[in-house]
T-cell receptor
Framework: ETGVTQTPRHLVMGMTNKKSLKCEQHLGHNAMYWYKQSAKKPLELMFVYNFKEQTENNSVPSRFSPECPNSSHLFLHLHTLQPEDSALYLC??????????????FGPGTRLTVL | AQKVTQAQTEISVVEKEDVTLDCVYETRDTTYYLFWYKQPPSGELVFLIRRNSFDEQNEISGRYSWNFQKSTSSFNFTITASQVVDSAVYFCALSEAGYGGATNKLIFGTGTLLAVQP
């Protein structure tokens, strides 16, 4: 595997279900990100992890719970979601160092539908 | 506040035409970075280019070229001799420089859907 991978690619869940999205990066990067892409809205940054520590939570509802066990893996745990949470969830990674932001590389995304 | 505006929601061209995608940004920082990404129907955002605010040289990569003008806060993207495979949503993004190793945050525009007809 190369680059950033995400599983599953498609997910349909009911509002009472609990599910998890998985992201894995094979680039040796130290930062990982979750973005939400809804129809006709800009990509929204949700969470940022730098060296496994969460450095950004962009006012995301608690029904979304991220987990970063190591620099290569990132999870997004979902529970009691709402239909408006249906979106494409994109994971990205980058190699961060002092002096400026570096390019984020994205995975293919998980298309989530909440019924 | 940071903001990226892509005023063109959709553009349709015929194959072999040239097309320019506009991007206008707002930032108070003197050091910042601009990006273009391509999102084909498969969904993955593909990185195209990264520029920092100190480098105003235009760049060409094959059929792609970028025009960065600080005076107008624009970073436009031109595809020469467009092809059907260029059909995608194109996003412009802005990031201010991190300090002390702070992780960057990308601010995206709303994207431009480019449809290249055969």
């Amino acid at each position: 595997e190369t680059g950033v991978t995400q599983t599953p690619r498609h997910l349909v869940m009911g509002m009472t279900n609990k599910k998890s999205l998985k992201c894995e990066q094979h680039l040796g990067h130290n930062a990982m990100y979750w973005y939400k892409q809804s129809a006709k809205k800009p990509l929204e940054l949700m969470f940022v992890y730098n060296f496994k520590e969460q450095t950004e939570n962009n006012s995301v509802p608690s029904r979304f719970s991220p987990e970063c066990p190591n620099s290569s893996h990132l999870f997004l745990h979902l529970h009691t979601l709402q239909p408006e949470d249906s979106a494409l969830y994109l994971c990205a990674s980058s190699q961060e160092r002092a002096g400026g932001p570096n390019t984020q590389y994205f995975g293919p995304g998980t298309r989530l539908t909440v019924l | 506040a940071q903001k990226v505006t892509q005023a063109q929601t959709e553009i349709s061209v015929v194959e072999k035409e040239d097309v320019t995608l506009d991007c206008v940004y707002e930032t108070r920082d003197t050091t910042y970075y601009l990006f273009w990404y391509k999102q084909p129907p498969s969904g993955e955002l593909v990185f195209l280019i990264r520029r920092n605010s100190f480098d105003e040289q235009n760049e060409i990569s094959g059929r792609y070229s970028w025009n960065f003008q600080k005076s107008t806060s624009s970073f436009n993207f031109t595809i020469t001799a467009s092809q059907v495979v260029d059909s995608a949503v194109y996003f412009c993004a802005l990031s201010e420089a991190g300090y002390g190793g702070a992780t960057n945050k990308l601010i995206f525009g709303t994207g431009t859907l480019l449809a290249v007809q055969p």
